[in-house]
């Protein structure tokens, strides 16, 4: 039962109906028997800095945000974290009754906690597709796994050259059409763009010059296994979904909100996955 005493979470997004965060927070509130909330906020991104100022004279705990409000809200931080500060963008907003709005971004901690126990020490070479915010935050969790050599390729060129010059000489940008090539030699592919989303065309690549003891992941989630990653699978390689960094990113938000380190069990991910 929710009381007068209920903490209230909840993330800000446009749209906002897609999200699994909801069921994902309301999941552990009900397993943890925390007194609290977590209630989707739909608000449109020219609203978005309004909304946010408003939530700590509500006593709202805090809130995800998801594109394009991650980068929106920057300016009306007190503080953040080592790893909003490098990636230049916040998923996590912990909120005080002072008006103090302290940023976090977890993308990072939830890509590299989901893959780890996949790539063991096989850490040479990674290669990324995308240049959005998303590979952004993959970019900076590679960089700081300490991958070796991270090849990058984007089909717009200016976006890929843009986030390798924000991590200054780390990241190694080639041309959209020379994807396939890319492959040779690489320890870990992650698709980090949009493409294999319901909805949007699948990625096209050639895995015929990736080992086949590279890791193969798909940040996309829906659906869970994207022709990325059923390719992948189908000739062999080690895959990871996306699914698991959904979780993982939670897990440090919904600490600093509710006080508990929740666990990721068999049964949170299947309740999410009935969900997409
Ligand atoms: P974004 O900033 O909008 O970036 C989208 C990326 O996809 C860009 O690199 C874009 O390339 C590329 N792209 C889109 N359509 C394309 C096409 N037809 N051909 C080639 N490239 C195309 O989005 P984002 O926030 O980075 O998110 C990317 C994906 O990751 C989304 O599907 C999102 O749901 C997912 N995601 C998952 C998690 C998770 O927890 N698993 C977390 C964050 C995001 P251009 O630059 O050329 O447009």
Redesign the pocket.
């Given at each position: 039962m929710i009381s007068g005493k209920a903490k209230v979470a909840g993330v800000v997004g446009w749209p906002v109906s897609h999200s699994l965060s909801p069921r994902l927070h309301n999941y552990w509130l009900s397993h943890y028997s925390i007194d609290g909330l977590y209630i989707p906020l739909p608000v449109k991104p020219e609203d978005c800095i309004e909304v946010i100022k408003i939530l700590p004279k509500m006593g709202i705990r805090g809130v995800n945000l998801?594109?394009p409000h991650?980068e929106l809200v920057m300016p009306l931080l007190t503080d953040m974290d080592d790893d909003a500060r490098a990636i230049g963008a916040v998923?996590t907003l912990m909120i005080s009754y002072d008006g103090t709005i302290q940023g976090m971004n977890t993308?990072a901690y939830?890509?590299i906690k989901?893959i780890r126990p996949h790539i063991g020490t096989r850490k040479n070479k990674a290669v990324v597709?995308?240049?959005?915010?998303?590979?952004?935050?993959v970019c900076h969790a590679l960089i700081k796994e300490g991958f070796t050599e991270i090849m990058l390729a984007?089909?717009?060129q200016e976006?890929?050259d843009a986030l390798a010059a924000h991590f200054a000489g780390r990241i190694q940008v080639r041309a959209?059409d020379l994807r396939n090539n890319m492959l040779e030699g690489a320890d870990l592919l992650v698709n980090?763009?949009?493409?294999?989303?319901e909805g949007?065309?699948p990625?096209?690549i050639s895995l015929d010059a990736l080992p086949k003891t590279a890791v193969v992941t798909d940040?996309?989630?829906?659906p869970l296994v994207t022709p990325l990653i059923k390719a992948a699978k189908d000739r062999g390689n080690p895959v990871v979904d996306?699914?698991?960094?959904?979780i993982h990113?939670a897990v440090p938000a919904f600490k600093a909100w509710f006080g508990v380190n929740p666990e990721i069990t068999p049964e949170l991910r299947n309740i999410l996955l009935k969900a997409t």
């Open positions: 998801t594109l991650k998923n993308d939830g890509f989901n597709l995308g240049a959005g915010g998303a590979a952004r935050a984007n089909r717009t976006k890929a959209w980090a763009t949009s493409l294999g989303m949007h065309e990625l096209p940040i996309v989630y829906i996306g699914l698991g960094m959904l990113q």
